[in-house]
Nanobody, 119 residues
């Protein structure tokens, strides 16, 4: 099992920056792929950024060049650095841990942290 706790959300002005953190416990962190998802009111939950256990990253087109995902396996933590924030980035951001096996996929979610971009 994996328990995930997000932090770092809040209110920020357009053009500002935030860094989200997701602390994991309960299992071996390094074997999981990690991701950040977000869900805005009336919208589907979408993948924002992902990072594999090997360090490969991918990003939604809407955040490329502005957001950076990273992980520190020694600290069991994944980060999302968000720069040049836009009002459209307003959403609840969720941390995700995933381990894919041939017959099973194990997925865990954090409780979410609110990010509001507004002047």
């Amino acid at each position: 099992q994996v328990q995930l706790v997000e932090s770092g959300g809040g209110l920020v002005q357009p053009g500002g920056s935030l860094r989200l953190s997701c602390a994991a416990s309960g299992s071996i962190f390094s074997i999981y792929a990690m991701g950040w998802y977000r869900q805005a009111p009336g919208k589907q939950r979408e993948l924002v950024a992902g990072i594999t256990n090997g360090g490969s990253t991918n990003y939604a087109d809407s955040v490329k060049g502005r957001f950076t995902i990273s992980r520190d396996n020694a600290k069991n933590t994944v980060y999302l650095q968000m720069n040049s924030l836009k009002p459209e980035d307003t959403a609840v951001y969720y941390c995700n841990a995933r381990r894919s096996l041939p017959a099973h996929e194990y997925i865990y979610w954090g409780q979410g942290t609110q990010v509001t971009v507004s002047s």
